[in-house]
């Protein structure tokens, strides 16, 4: 009997996973001609917060994000630096949103998953350091590098935001631990 229970809370587990990354493939090819290029509004990309729930989520994601990049115009070159980009900071942002509460144990005024959110953001935000990087260096685009930086940090920094308004009430309602 254990051994079922076991097999099937795997089994919920990835089915889990699978719905969250095919979610994200279709959010993001849903807006595609924003969803890429030098201004990307990925309403996908507020998924990066269940990877603070659970480290399923964090596999759920980068898979996601490889399948989306599939579409991207940049190709194969999209697919390895923005899929293992995602991968290294969603893994940095829960390590450091963790290390962040254990950290200030007892002084925090609020809830210690909004400072998780907070600095999942911030990571998201850095996270598109390599992202100009592969734009600017790699497919020659036109603008300057930090201009570049500049145009997706605030894209990411306004989607993370608003998403944060949207995923933090829904955790709240649907435990994402599990």
Do not use: C
Request: hydrophobic letters at 55%; proline letters at 2%.
């Amino acid at each position: 009997m254990n051994h079922q229970t076991t097999s099937s809370s795997r089994t919920t587990g990835l089915v889990k996973a699978a719905l969250v990354a095919a979610l994200y493939v279709v959010l993001t090819v849903m807006v595609a001609p924003i969803a890429y290029g030098a201004l990307q509004m990925r309403v996908s990309e507020i998924l990066n917060y269940l990877g603070l729930y659970n480290r399923r989520y964090i596999y759920a994601v980068t898979l996601g994000v490889f399948i989306a990049n599939i579409f991207s115009s940049a190709g194969a070159v999209d697919m390895v630096i923005g899929t293992a980009s995602t991968f290294v900071f969603l893994w940095l942002g829960r390590w450091a949103g963790d290390k962040f509460v254990a950290l200030n144990k007892g002084r925090l005024k609020r809830d210690p998953m909004i400072y998780k959110y907070v600095i999942m953001l911030i990571s998201f935000v850095l996270q598109m350091l390599p992202i100009a990087y592969m734009l600017v260096y790699i497919l020659q685009f036109e603008e300057a590098f930090w201009v570049t930086y500049l145009y997706l940090a605030l894209s990411e920094a306004i989607i993370m935001a608003v998403g944060a308004f949207i995923m933090y009430p829904i955790s709240k309602r649907i435990n994402f631990y599990e």
